[in-house]
């Protein structure tokens, strides 16, 4: 039994989501092998070959997977495949747009999202937003799995695998990368970051996020939003936590002027403290905050921040 | 050029769904059903691309029992032409209904097919790139912009860095993220309308296709429930909650 994870990384940095997913595959047992494909990515690979119960790292450098196109990725997952009884990503937005392929390539159903390993062949994973665990079992040849990273502890490091060359250039040649226009900030990201402010449609506006900021960068925080705040414009979407957003589990999320609906908790509930700051006691979000002040953020963002 | 979208119903996303007392599955009985969201947001844009004249037809299919012509009308309703729905039990796994669409792609050759990013019920979000991959086609996930422009259509995407432009050649599929548009409400007399507009029923036979995997459905249980706390009556209370009790700051 033999696992590979495919790495998430920008060809210069492992993201931390991969090393969550490393510890997802060695629950399963065997061994575990990464590969990484992007393009000038040595660096990536010499980081994965530290991560602990690793025991080797592929490497397939080729301009072709510079931006991890799906059509591209996919072909050359599937020609690794044949060595391997599970095959995993993280649920990030480069796992599920490619890992589908390589499951429905494979003739078999990709697990999304898991967040438990029962046994190699069965796992857990939220289905409703979260409103329910389903725990499914797969007679699937191999099984095909994105990981959800907040639902494993990052792999340790210090480990010594090998990195050897793998796979010719796999060019599907029907899809192109065109641009991209990245979010640049100098916060911890949002699914890393171990303390995360949120706000909501009651920010009123994106100037009025400031507000957010400043606190956050008080607090060494990260800054997310609910739908309503990214719909409305006041902030990019790439700060949207909950259902079809980001999955979030920081040890501080507070929730500055959101409601807390279903699909919003859906992103943020693992968290291990929630503080709720809203000015209508009724809101959902007191729910399941630990610490609620009911309070206009307006009067009381700015004193936190101040007395901090 | 046609346009294909599939559909699914679902939940509805306002209602919390329950747990079987036997934990064998959720409870859909007597619960409020509806188009997926990223659906309704699939069905507007393919009507939007009939309206701007780049699209000539929209055709919407659905692989589920009969109950969801409920929801191929309300597509039809929002501008769709005409229906296709193949008969299956309701919850068909995502690569079954990938190879059902695949096949009814080679049929009807759509230059573009559009999905919802992922289904509010099952949250697999794979069924568009399982289609892509089948017809060994380019796929525009998580959509927030489309654009045709001669043979390839350009795709803005939502991605976890910010936002991503690709370039596909058609045949296309995309899948829908929340920013792509506001579907529109349907008016009383195109919802009449739509009840007159074909609607073909399929089985998966015809398509040479058998629903089934190897995937299956152990246990369902509820989440662990969190305590609501405490409120605190000020700054300088939370404040020291989070610092002597919670010890997070
Ligand atoms: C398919 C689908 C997917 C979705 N996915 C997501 C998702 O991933 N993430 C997500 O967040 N949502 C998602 N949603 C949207 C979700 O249903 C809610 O609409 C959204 O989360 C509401 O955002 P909000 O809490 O900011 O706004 P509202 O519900 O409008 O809440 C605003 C809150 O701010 C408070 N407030 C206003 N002014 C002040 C003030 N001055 N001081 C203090 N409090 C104030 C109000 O009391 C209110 O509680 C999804 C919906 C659908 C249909």
Redesign the pocket.
């Known amino acids: 039994m033999t696992t590979l994870v495919i790495a998430e990384h920008d060809n210069n940095e492992l993201k931390s989501a991969t090393l969550s997913t490393v510890t997802a595959a060695t629950e399963i047992g065997g061994d575990v092998h990464v590969l990484v494909a992007g393009s000038q990515c040595q660096a990536v690979a010499d980081a994965a070959s530290q991560l602990a119960g690793v025991s080797k790292v592929l490497l397939a450098d080729n301009s072709v997977y510079e931006h991890q196109l799906a059509e591209n990725l996919g072909q050359l997952v599937v020609s690794l495949a044949g060595d391997y009884s599970h095959i995993l990503a993280s649920a990030t937005t480069t796992g599920k747009n490619f890992l589908p392929r390589v499951a429905a390539l494979l003739d078999v159903n990709q697990i999304s999202e898991v967040i438990a390993v029962v046994a190699p062949d069965t796992f857990k994973r939220p289905i409703y937003a979260g409103n329910a665990i389903a725990t499914v079992k797969s007679e699937d040849a191999v099984k095909v799995m994105t990981v959800r990273a907040t639902a494993f502890d990052r792999c340790a490091t210090g480990g010594s695998a090998e990195v050897v060359s793998v796979g010719e250039s796999c060019d599907a040649g029907i899809s192109k990368f065109v641009g991209e226009q990245l979010t640049v900030s100098e916060r911890p990201e949002l699914t890393a970051a171990s303390i995360v402010v949120s706000?909501?449609?009651?920010m009123?506006s994106g100037e009025n996020f400031e507000l957010l900021y400043k606190l956050a960068d008080k607090m060494g925080a990260a800054v997310g939003?609910?739908?309503?705040?990214v719909d409305a414009g006041f902030v990019p979407n790439d700060m949207?936590?909950?259902?079809?957003?980001k999955m979030v589990a920081p040890d501080l999320y507070i929730a500055?002027?959101?409601?807390?609906?279903?699909?919003?908790l859906?992103?943020m509930k693992e968290s291990k403290v929630i503080v709720a700051?809203?000015?209508?006691e009724e809101?959902p979000?007191f729910q399941v905050a630990d610490y609620g002040l009911v309070?206009?953020?307006?009067e009381v963002i700015p004193e936190l921040e101040s007395k901090l | 050029m046609k346009v294909l979208v599939a559909i699914k119903r679902v939940i509805d996303?306002n209602v919390k769904v329950r747990v079987k007392a036997d934990n064998s599955d959720v409870d859909l009985a007597n619960v409020k059903m509806a188009m997926?969201?990223?659906c309704e947001i699939a069905v507007e844009e393919a009507v939007r691309l009939k309206e701007s004249g780049v699209a000539s037809e929209v055709v919407v299919v659905s692989v589920g029992s009969k109950s969801c012509e409920e929801q191929i009308r309300a597509a039809m309703a929002l501008g769709a032409d005409r229906g296709i729905r193949i008969d299956a039990e309701d919850g068909p796994d995502s690569l079954s209904v990938a190879k059902l669409l695949a096949k009814v792609v080679e049929q009807e050759q759509p230059g573009l097919v559009i999905l919802g990013k992922q289904a509010?019920d099952s949250d697999n979000n794979q069924t568009g790139q399982m289609l892509a991959a089948l017809l060994n086609r380019p796929q525009g996930t998580f959509a927030s912009e489309v654009k045709v422009e001669g043979e390839q259509v350009i795709v803005t995407r939502e991605i976890d860095g910010g936002l991503q432009t690709v370039a596909l050649d058609m045949p296309a599929i995309v899948t829908t993220d929340?920013r792509l548009n506001e579907p529109r409400y349907a008016k009383l007399p195109d919802i009449m309308k739509a009840k007159r507009k074909p609607l073909e029923v399929k089985a998966p036979a015809d398509y040479g296709v058998t629903v089934a995997s190897k995937l299956s459905l152990v246990s369902v249980e509820l989440p662990a429930t969190r305590q609501a706390g405490i409120k605190v009556a000020s700054v300088d209370e939370l404040i020291d909650k989070l610092r002597n009790e919670a010890k997070v700051i």
């Open positions: 706000g909501g449609r009651g009123g939003a609910s739908r309503a705040a949207q936590v909950g259902q079809t957003g500055v002027g959101l409601s807390g609906a279903i699909q919003h859906a992103g700051i809203n000015k209508d809101a979000i309070a206009d953020l307006f | 996303y997926n969201p990223f509010i929340l």
